[in-house]
């Protein structure tokens, strides 16, 4: 399983996935250019302490994503608000790779519609989105639920 942050914009919601992946032993990819700068360094201190201990792969855009993830089994996997599939009746796999917006605009509907499969988390009515961070954290938590995968 993998977390592919698309374009992001915040550095603490990097950072607070970074240290969410490294504790539960999940890659990262990072679909650029960020809304940061995103060197080593930076990528460690947005993650505080756990940053050097988090997988991360840096991609120069989405067509390089796409072909370095090309050949394998892996399942793209969009999270949107747009989605047609509910969190709760998606069904994930150990391959999947996570694909999330950005803070500030979502995904593109080329890259949205790209996915395998696209979910959306419920909120209640009137809402438009939840913070990055913590639908990366809902939607990974579900997943290694489902699949197991869960570190002890």
């Given at each position: 399983?993998r977390?592919?942050?698309?374009?992001?914009?915040?550095?603490?919601?990097?950072?607070?996935?970074?240290?969410?992946?490294?504790c539960w032993?999940?890659?990262?990819?990072?679909?650029?250019?960020?809304g940061?700068?995103?060197?080593?360094?930076q990528?460690?201190?947005?993650?505080?302490?756990?940053?050097g201990?988090?997988d991360?792969?840096r991609?120069?855009?989405?067509?390089?994503?796409?072909?370095?993830?090309?050949?394998?089994?892996?399942?793209?996997?969009?999270?949107?608000?747009?989605?047609?599939?509910?969190?709760?009746q998606?069904?994930?796999?150990?391959?999947?790779?996570?694909?999330?917006?950005?803070?500030?605009?979502?995904?593109?509907?080329?890259?949205?519609?790209?996915?395998?499969?696209?979910?959306?988390?419920?909120?209640?009515?009137?809402?438009?989105?939840?913070n990055?961070?913590?639908?990366?954290?809902?939607?990974?938590?579900?997943?290694?639920?489902?699949?197991?995968?869960?570190?002890?």
């Amino acid at each position: 399983m993998r977390i592919a942050l698309y374009q992001p914009d915040i550095a603490g919601n990097v950072g607070t996935i970074l240290r969410l992946a490294a504790c539960w032993q999940v890659a990262v990819d990072i679909i650029l250019p960020c809304g940061f700068p995103a060197s080593d360094a930076q990528l460690r201190r947005a993650a505080m302490d756990y940053g050097g201990q988090a997988d991360v792969t840096r991609h120069a855009n989405f067509a390089s994503f796409e072909a370095a993830r090309l050949g394998g089994p892996a399942r793209l996997v969009a999270f949107t608000s747009t989605g047609d599939t509910r969190l709760t009746q998606a069904v994930f796999r150990p391959d999947d790779i996570f694909l999330m917006g950005q803070e500030s605009a979502g995904l593109p509907s080329t890259v949205r519609d790209s996915a395998d499969l696209r979910v959306r988390i419920p909120m209640a009515a009137g809402f438009r989105s939840l913070n990055l961070a913590v639908a990366t954290g809902i939607a990974l938590g579900e997943a290694l639920r489902q699949t197991g995968l869960f570190p002890e």
